[in-house]
Structures are given as C-alpha cells and as structure tokens.
C-alpha cells in the first residue's frame, strides 16, 4: 500500500517542530505499521482464538503476525477504551505461554468486552486492581481459591458467584463420581448377595 500526504515546513525559527505532515484520518494512526482494519481484524482474532492460533489462522490469510504482536494488540485496546468504571465482571486466568507463564483476564460482562489483562496470576495482584475499580458488586470467577481471596481482600462488597460453565463442569466431576461410587456399591452387593452352590457332599448330608 503507498499513501501519498503532504508536508509542511514551519519559517518559525522558535517552533519546537519544524516540519508537519497531514495525518491518514480513519486509515491509520501515527506511527502505525498497519491500518486501523487490519489491527481491527489482529483483534477480532485475538479475542476469539488467542495468541498461538490466531497467528496461525493469520498465516494461512496471507496477514503474518507474531503472537506477541497479538496479544499487544489485545492489551493496548483494553487501555485505551474509554473509561466506564465496570459493575459485573468475570475473572479468569490467561495464558501468555501456554503451561509456563500465566497471567489473569478481566472482562466487562455487561459490555461483553476486555476490560483489562494483568500480567500475574495471584490474589495479591487481583486484589490490587478490586481497589482501583471500587465500582464493582458482582465478579464472576471460577473456583480457584486465589481469586476468591483477591475478591475478598480487594472487593469485600462485591457479591462472588461462579460462572455456568464452571458450574456444569463440576456437576459433571461430582455425578461422575456419585454414579461411579454407587455403581461399585451395587456391584459389590450384588455379589455378595448371591448364593453359591454348595459341594454335592453336603447336598446329601443336607437331605
């Protein structure tokens, strides 16, 4: 892509800046490597697949990028969105590399957006941003004991539920387990409640 813009040069010996250009207007922004509808599409991407796939799937689309790239993409977004102070969020950790390094994502359940991505998993830094967002009554997390501590220590006026797929997820361990133990009882009752056959011997003796 070439884009042609003018360039103006400033006879004010006092200017701090001496030469300006004429911006792209909705294209791109200054000193971006893209247009604003492929970084659109980067984040589309990111949000839906994550970083290691979606630089995948852009591949195989003829838009090579880094999953670092991505998921930069993903955070400078969640920053400069307009600040609307949330009231129902969802908690839940993120991967920066998948079974190393994990970090925690914070999303606006309302506005069913990316609020923002804190670059470590624990109760300390979870709680540390509860505080900084006072306007929050009900965070939706999933059972780990470290976010419910960071909620309680961060947000203890905020209400803690747990998210439906969380909630299907456990049921399924519990009745899993319920079934499989009730299935062994009645198997072993059942063994135990049939009568072997006794020796010819003591048939006759019997009778």
Sequence with gaps: ??????RWRCRNEQCDRRIFAAGAGVLAVPSAQRTQRA?????????AAGGRPSERLLARL????????ILRHLKRDATA???????????????????RTFGTIIGDLQAREVVDVVTDRSSAATAA????????EIINRDRQGLYAEGAR?????ARQVADRSHLAQNGDVWTG????????????????????????STCRAAG
């Design 177 to 200: 387990g319920y079934a499989w133990r009730n299935c062994r009882s009645a198997k072993l009752w059942r063994r135990s409640s049939v009568r072997r056959p006794t020796s010819a």
């Design 39 to 47: 970084a659109e599409i980067i984040r589309l991407f990111g949000r």
């Design 81 to 99: 969105r307009a600040v609307r102070e949330p009231r129902v969020i969802g908690i839940d950790e993120w991967a920066w590399q998948k079974g």
């Design 62 to 69: 003829g838009m090579p990028t880094s999953d670092d790239t």
């Design 129 to 136: 941003w509860l505080r900084r967002h006072p306007s929050v």
């Design 153 to 157: 220590l961060g947000a203890p006026q």
């Design 1 to 6: 892509m070439k884009l042609l813009v003018g």
